[in-house]
Each structure stands twice: as structure tokens, then as C-alpha cells.
């Protein structure tokens, strides 16, 4: 049987199979069928910096100072036992830490230094093993420049850098003009690892009521790509560890990250659809792949087709893009 063992954030895993961050881990029971169905570590939900600061100002205003609004102050929704998300997530990362035998990482969203900073630490003093930062802005003014959003992400990571000492990894998207720019000043400024890449739901227009919906679109394999590409452009280029996320439903998916360079490959959408059976069956699905292929270990296999590896490197660069182009032919039955 093959070693799937990976080093992750310092972090040495069973395997390369970690769920990443989902409502599955607002509950204790999910996550414990996820690691019994051999998940090596565990992201949590986001905690949102807003919804903290949110629940800060309901207390701020009905608690410490009732008298201040009347007969309001006898219609508050809560009580002086009222728990807020902050504490709820707190008492989640020590519950989970006190039952599982397998690493948690907190996942933080937030915007602000300050916001950042205090529930970092906050987290780590918890029992988070790890913290993985979800850095996105919407930049809709535009005077706020590019470069100007990235110097704001790494004096967020330089400052949490500065009061906690686990490891951090940043969830990215894919919209920077220089990826691997950023991921060396990310490296510089601390970061551990990086996670590739963040899944936004984007809002929609309902064309029978004309107004703007919130709607959830789940992954699928295809998007896949997107991640591999650029696992296997970094992969070789910095000493970070890389998490492949987004698309991998099979254990065809988990491969290919993994042959690009991730150290571990997160599964979501495909755990919400169908559960934990899901993760059992991409991991068995490695085995059974690695066996046939003589692999003795994901160390062996992990990085094997990244870009740097490869005999032919443009296989990941705008060569390809040109290629893809020149070959397509239309499907058969399809006339113009």
C-alpha cells in the first residue's frame, strides 16, 4: 500500500484529503463521519470579522447601555447569557479539537487590521492548529489600485504574523495580475501556505421579479483547471505549502492536483452533495490509481507534472492557450 502522508503547514497528515471550509463543521457529527471517512484534517467555517463586529455593537447597544433607549431596553432579543458568534466559533474549535485526532484550522474572513489581529489570536488560543485567511475585497472604487489591495493583504498577514504563532495560510483568488508576485511577498510577510482558490457566489438577476438574488452554484470537475494550472506554475518557485481547492469531485481531480504540486486537495462541493462517502471514494480512488502505477508514496507523485518538472514548459504558459485554440474542431453533427 502506498504512503499518502503530505506535510501541510508543518503539519505532517495522513493523507492529502482535507475538507475545507463548509457549514458541515457548524455540527460536531459531520466532521467526525468526514474523519471516518478518512479526512486528515479539517477547515472550519468562516468566521466574517462583520458578523463579529455586528454582534459588538447589538451588545453595545442593549446591554451596556439599556437605559439609553426606553422602553426598547425591555424588547432585547437576548439575554446576559446570550452567545455571540464569536464565542460560538470558539467553543466549536475547542469542541472539535477535544474529539477529533486529526489537526482543525480556524478560517477567518475579515477586512480590517484590527479585526484580524484579535480574532487571530483569539483563534489560536482556542486550540486552532492552523488559521487560513480568506483576504478578498470587492474593489469597486476606482481609484483603489491593484497594488494598493495587496500592500492592504500582506500588512493584515504582517500584522496577525505578529501576535500568533501557528501557521497561516492565505485563501487567494485568481484575480491578481501577478500571482506568483504576490505569493512571494506573501511568503516574505510570513504566510505558511496559500490556498487556491477561493469560491465566490456571485449575485444574480431573477428575470421574473427583476431584482438581485443570492444564489449558491456548487462546483464541478471543470473548475478543476483553473487551480491545477497554477499549482503547477508555483510548484518549484516557493517554499510555501500549496492547497489545491475548488472542482475535485473524483479521484481523477484529486490526481491531477496533487501530480501538479498541491501538498493536500480540499474538498467541498462534492462532500455537501453526497457526504462523507465522497472523500471515501477519492481516497480509495488514489490507492487503487497509485498501486497500478507502482507510486509508493504521494512525496514520490506530488509535484511530478508541474511546470518545472515538465520536459516541454510552455505545456502551462500561453503556448498552450494558442494550442487549444488551433485544435479545436466542433463536435460531429454540428454545421455551420
Known sequence: MPDLATNYLGLTLKNPLVPSSTPLSHNLDPVLHLEDAGAAAIVMHSLFEEDVRNDELMIDRFLVNPDSFGEAAGHVPFGHDYQSKLDGYLEQIQTLKSRLAIPVVASLNGSSLTGWVELGKEMQDAGADALELNAWFMPGDPKVSGEALEDHYLALLRELKQVVSIPVSMKLSPFFSSLPHFVRNAEAAGAAGISLFNRFF?????????????????SNSADVLLTMRWIAILRGRTQLSLAATGGVHTANDALKMLLAGADVVHMASALLQRGPQALKEVLTGIECWME???YDSVAQMKGSMSQKNLPDPSAFARAAYLNALNSFTPPPGVRY
Not at 202 to 218: A, C, E, F, G
Open 202 to 218: 456571485q449575485p444574480d438577476i431573477d428575470l421574473d421579479t427583476l431584482s438581485v438574488v443570492d444564489r449558491v452554484h456548487l
Open 292 to 294: 497500478a502505477r507502482e
